[in-house]
């Protein structure tokens, strides 16, 4: 009897220990730096990413191993704007999220969170973050759009545009996503049928479009329109640039899509609208699917003198959501495609993250590159030698975006 | 109609049961000379080899004797043991009561001896606890809070009266668990019947088995069962109570019974609860409007009102020739809840709410010795309850109470949705003593499940298009062996069979079927000194609601497999006094699971609901212990420790090549350490003769535990790595008793010292909460 006496007290005794030994750490192992990783790690249902600060991406390695913010939701997005970082919760039905940070000693800390419904573009306007939320339901014809005001952090206006008469074809206008460009926000979009199984299909696969909005009050003042390309960008995705000269670039991935077969006659291309206009350059066109052998872009990255890192996918890799895992640089004056040397081969790569980081120096580009053994690197990509070379090793998780932010 | 099938079975066992019942025959009842039944005694006529075990009511019966003068042998541990003389005349039902005095001498080497009900329970080979329901009648609680101090058990509660539960047992919860009342399944009773509605004085005893669940409750429970016992101890009786307090709530229990001397039975239960649940919760709030945003704002809660009414209704006979119990009865009840946040408080809701109602007639059949040593148990039910769920608000509400109108899809996901599972049920159940030491058992359980619905806001609703049915039948046959005080074994197989008719979006049927074993085995050292073991290979089913959908929370996932797991308990427990006066009982339990298959719930893609999906493999290893001490009889305390480690053993996740990081991780979201601890001091005679005053003081305490994977992200203050913090809850109870028992005055205060505390991530649970009980209780005993 008195052994089991014993044993029942050894095993509380233990179960104590253990428990207690399981917290307390107070030396931290979080990492600090101006560099903002987000990291999503495989089977982590509720946990969007882990927000993880780092000094620098050009070598070592770091982990989601008791290190990083934890973000919640199943997708987040991330933007740098004002000093203060943002990060987006994106649920369909669930109601969106803005949570903001500051980098201060190196270390992200919370500023603000508060709920907003779930959109599907962001970007920074002025000293504001413009939401809006695109109905993708004819019935309804309505666009809710939110001005934040990244100094109070309120909500310092909203209101409505109307998707359907941008196209006034029947069909109702998707922005792929909106950019200030000089004092007015430009909408790229798409235009979809928005009912039954046909939701993001459209009747209309030729044609780009971008609405032009007065800011801040939200007026559809013209719509520029092109018949050379299909849309603007694609769902989720920048398709706009704006170069050191004020001129402004768009890339069409040519993915419309109509019975989810794609549709569209035009190639994947780039164009442009000179600065001070608001039409496109009908003497600029960049066959991009010529200059890269049937290849279309997916994404790209703007780093500074003309020159832009690019994902493309092959024609037979090619979807409406694909997002390309081959790297090139284009240069939009040139109007040449190279592809970069030094990545690892395309069936080893699980992903390419899509939100990255450039010094703008014209030259340096860091991305993601994830592999399918469930960890990534983050690859320094040399626009003026088309090399990318290995950098920071990240382990437990996928990265989604690499962002940066000097600390307070 | 195999529901139809199994009526007619028992009409007609009844008719023939009632032609064969000419022999004469011995009934009656073993009470003690405070007039309580006295369950488990043998009732022996000397000089013959004709015996019997009294059950749970104190009855016995012994059939085919032949015409003659006996001597009858009554035998309870507790009691002393007592003889009768009596003549059996030909063709005559004899009928002969006996009240047997306690042993005192007994009572005074070991406490423990003179046990109740639910400590025989406890002295089973299978790893089970036993709650003595009664010791709670003058408390508020409800069965699932009652369950919440048992070892192993953590009950974890989304807010206030009615709010979303989840027991976990060993680590164990949600549907791996199954819940019986009277033997009987309640997997299916809908919203308005469920463990944490059902106030506690509607039991008599609570048994919660762990990892091993016997045979007889026929059922494919992977973790465990909690059997829900329920009263019919007195015949003739009323017990009835109220209760008042915080945030407005009030709930009155109502139980009675009237039996007549011929055997005619009418048995009532009825119960309600009411609460407004507008208690303060700490919250980060914003305005709708501005986004203003205040992180640590106290607000009280505004769209949580909840309320239950439920009937039980039984009429029918006892005690006749034809069958020991033959009821027929309906539970009716309906139930409204407000829903004011989604799985987090973050989201937070001023129109969602659900409503349900439960209609369910059922038969009760239950007759010993049919034929010598075999007993046969009936029971049958349909539940023809509607549930509701109604979200048509188009906007946002923020937690200031503010609305803002958007949009056009509700609140949450618009629905107006309206539907019946048509749960039925039909069990019986055969046992056959071939010795006053052997036995075997016989059981089937079948059930079904038909959902037919619509959603008036959203006719698309996939959850009602085409057929969405199971039926689902559980076989199994155990042999048990028991020889009173020394050792006791059981053996048991179960064969489960499913059948689903899936269509519509996810179209696709499927049967499946699974064998499962075990063995529960118990060696008494002495009579106080017991150790067990006990082992199964348990299968469970994937829920109707796990493959079609809950309508409300949960998408469907149609191809979702069985789950398995291999389960190993050991267990010892002591009981021992020192100077008489100082009693002690201390339990010690290790448990091991290893389950493949894994069925858990995770968020969809979209977060907004939860799916139900299969992990490669999940294993627990973990341990509790219990401590008893009782000084005479005034004073009384426990405390309760458990210990557990569930680790992810899924190697490989989906679309990756590589070890997954989360390999050998501890589980997130899961308890892993807690205990209660409880004293309670009985003063007799306070005031006036029979008057009686007890106080009590319950802790819960319970350590922090992550939401998500441990492994992953910094655990520093300024991390926010999501935990669920401790936590430490008081509550304290004051009883005064008059008359013997009669009335009660109960004054408790739960939740004393207003802590914030959370069982689930962020959804606070009241802070400190005022109730006053009262209760009558009268029972009037027939049998002398």
């Known amino acids: 009897m008195k052994t089991i006496l014993q044993k029942t007290a050894a095993a509380l005794a233990m179960a104590i220990v253990v428990s207690s030994c399981s917290k307390d750490e107070n030396e931290t192992t979080a990492t600090r730096g101006d560099f903002i990783l987000a990291v999503t790690p495989a089977a982590s249902t509720g946990v969007a990413d882990y927000l993880i600060n780092t000094p620098q991406l050009e070598s070592g390695k770091i982990s989601t191993e008791e290190n990083g913010i934890e973000q919640d939701g199943t997708y987040r997005y991330y933007v740098t704007h004002n000093g203060k970082f943002f990060s987006m919760l994106y649920g369909q039905q669930n109601p969106g999220a803005v949570t903001t940070y500051e980098n201060i000693n190196g270390k992200l800390t919370k500023k603000s969170n508060f709920r907003t419904e779930t ?76 009912s039954g199984d046909e939701v993001f299909g459209t009747n209309h696969p030729d044609g780009a479009w971008i609405a032009v909005y007065s800011y801040p009050g939200m007026q559809l003042e013209k719509v520029i329109t092109d018949d050379r390309t299909s849309f603007i960008g694609r769902y989720f995705t920048d398709g706009l640039a704006v170069v050191e000269n004020g001129d402004v670039y768009a890339f069409s991935a040519s993915v419309a899509i109509k019975n989810k077969v794609l549709t569209s006659t035009k190639p994947s291309a780039i164009t442009r609208l000179k600065a001070g206009t608001d039409e496109f350059d009908r003497s600029y066109f960049f066959d991009f699917e010529a200059a890269s052998g049937g290849m279309n872009i997916t994404n790209w990255l703007y780093i500074g003198n003309n020159n832009f890192i690019v994902n493309a996918t092959t024609r037979a890799e090619k979807g409406n959501y694909t997002i390309g895992k081959n790297i090139g640089i284009v240069n939009v004056v040139n109007k040449t495609f190279t592809k970069v040397d030094g990545l690892p081969p395309v069936d080893q790569i699980y992903s390419i993250t899509n939100n990255n980081y450039t010094p703008k120096d014209g030259r340096y580009g860091y991305i993601g590159v994830n592999l399918k053994e469930g960890w990534g690197y983050i690859y320094k990509i040399d626009a003026s030698t088309h090399t990318a070379t290995q950098g920071l090793k990240v382990e437990g998780g996928v990265i989604t975006a690499v962002q940066y932010l000097k600390s307070k | ?78 009691f002393k043991t007592q003889e009768k003389e009596l003549s059996i005349e030909s063709g005559k039902e004899t009928t002969l009561n006996v009240a047997l005095a306690e042993s005192t001498e007994q009572m005074e080497t070991v406490t423990v001896t003179g046990r109740t009900i639910a400590q025989e329970t406890n002295r089973q080979a299978f790893n089970v606890t036993a709650v003595d329901a009664r010791k709670l009648y003058n408390t508020t ?32 919860s949600g549907n791996h668990i199954r819940y019986f009342i009277d033997g009987i399944p309640m997997d299916n009773f809908g919203s308005s019947f469920q463990i944490n509605n059902i106030p506690i004085n509607v039991a008599d005893r609570v048994e919660v088995y762990k990892g091993v669940v016997p045979m007889w409750l026929g059922s494919d429970a992977l973790g465990g069962a909690v059997n829900i016992v329920t009263s019919d101890r007195y015949r003739n009786y009323v017990d009835a109570s109220y209760s008042y307090g915080s945030f407005n709530t009030h709930r009155s229990v109502i139980n009675a019974a009237v039996t007549s001397k011929n055997g005619f039975t009418v048995q009532l239960n009825a119960f309600q609860n009411y609460s407004d649940n507008d208690y303060k919760v700490k919250v980060e709030a914003w305005d709708i409007y501005t986004g203003a945003f205040s992180p640590a704002a106290r607000l009280r809660r505004f769209h949580d009102t909840y309320h239950n009414e439920t009937l039980i209704a039984n009429i029918g006979v006892v005690d006749k020739s034809y069958a020991d119990k033959l009821l027929l009865g309906i539970t009716l009840g309906q139930n409204y809840k407000e829903i004011q946040t989604g799985a987090r408080m973050e989201a937070v809701f001023g129109g969602r709410h659900r ?57 949450s996901g618009r629905t107006l949705s309206k539907y019946k599972n048509n749960n039925g049920l039909a069990t019986a159940m055969l046992n056959y003593r071939i010795s006053e030491t052997q036995s075997i058992a016989l059981s089937n359980v079948f059930s079904t499940f038909n959902r037919k619905g619509r959603d008036a806001a959203n006719p698309a609703n996939d959850a009602f298009q ?33 059948n689903i008719i899936n269509e519509g979006k996810t179209a696709g049927n499927s049967s499946m079927n699974k064998i499962g074993y075990g063995t529960a085995v118990t060696y008494f050292v002495t009579p106080n000194l017991q150790l067990k073991s006990s082992y199964e290979l348990t299968n469970r089913m994937p829920e109707a609601n796990e493959i079609f959908g809950d309508v409300e929370n949960q998408n469907a996932n149609p191809g979702l497999r069985p789950e398995k ?88 996740e989906p679309e990756y ?63 926010e790595k999501r935990e669920v913090a401790q936590q430490l809850s008081h509550d304290v109870n004051f009883v005064y008793s008059l008359a013997g028992g009669r009335y009660n005055v109960a004054l408790e205060c739960k939740n004393l010292t207003n802590a914030d505390l959370y069982d689930n991530f962020s959804l606070q649970k009241p802070g400190r909460a005022f109730y006053l009980n009262l209760r009558y209780f009268f029972n009037k005993n027939n049998h002398n």
Request: proline residues 3%; hydrophobic residues 35%; glycine residues 10%.
């Open chain 1, 119 to 194: 959109v599907q573009a962001f970007a920074p306007v002025n000293d504001d973050l413009l939401l809006v939320k695109i109905p993708r339901n004819i019935a309804n014809p309505l666009a809710n759009w939110y001005r934040v005001n990244t100094n109070s952090l309120l909500i310092e206006g909203e209101g409505t545009v109307d998707v359907h008469t941008p196209s006034n074809n029947g069909e109702s206008a998707f922005f792929s996503w909106i950019k200030q460009v000089g004092n007015k926000v430009y909408a790229p979009y798409f235009s979809i049928v928005a």
């Open chain 2, 141 to 172: 609680l409800d069965i699932s809070s009652a369950l919440d101090r048992v070892a192993g058990v953590r009950v974890r509660e989304s807010g206030g009266v009615g709010s979303n539960f989840n027991l976990s047992l060993n680590g164990f």
């Open chain 2, 565 to 652: 797991s291999n389960n190993l308990n050991l267990g010892a427990g002591y009981g021992f006094s020192v100077n008489t006066n100082n009693n002690f009982y201390v339990a010690a339990g290790a448990v091991y699971r290893r389950s493949d298959d894994f069925i858990y719930n995770r968020l969809d893609i979209n977060q907004a609901r939860l799916i139900a999906d299969n992990r490669e493999g999940v294993s627990t290893w973990g341990g509790d212990a219990e401590v008893r001490y009782s000084y005479k009889d005034w004073l009384s305390a426990g405390t309760t420790v458990t210990y557990q480690f569930l680790r992810n053993l899924q190697k490989y």
């Open chain 2, 1 to 78: 109609m195999q529901i139809n099938k199994f009526l007619l079975t028992g009409v007609l066992c009844a008719l023939v049961f009632s032609i064969k019942a000419q022999a004469q025959n011995l009934s009656g009842f073993v009470k003690s000379n405070r007039g309580e039944p006295v369950p488990a005694a043998t009732v022996r006529l000397q000089n013959s080899s004709l015996w019997t075990i009294s059950d749970h009511d104190g009855h016995y019966r012994i059939k085919n004797i032949k015409p003659g003068t006996y001597i009858l042998m009554i035998k309870a541990i507790g």
């Open chain 2, 355 to 411: 409503r349900g109602n439960i209609i369910m007639p059922s038969l009760k059949y239950k007759k010993t010795n049919i034929a010598k040593g075999l007993d046969l148990t009936i029971n049958a039910n349909y539940n023809l309850g509607t549930e509701r769920n109604i979200d048509t608000l188009n906007g946002n509400f923020d937690w200031y109470g503010s609305f803002k109108p958007l949009g056009a899809n509700g609140e």
């Open chain 2, 657 to 719: 090549t590589g070890v997954s990081p989360l390999y050998r991780d501890q589980m997130p979201n899961i308890p892993y350490f807690f205990g209660n601890g409880d004293v309670s001091v009985s003063l007799k005679n306070v005031g006036r003769k029979n008057n009686s005053l007890t106080i009590g003081y319950n802790l819960l305490y319970v350590h922090a535990f992550w939401l998500y994977w441990p492994s992953r992200g910094a655990k520093d203050a300024d991390a």
């Open chain 2, 466 to 498: 085409g057929k969405k049915k199971t039926d689902k039948n559980v076989l199994g046959l155990g042999y048990s062996i028991d020889v009173r005080d020394k050792w006791s074994a059981t053996i048991f197989g179960k064969y489960i069979y499913q």
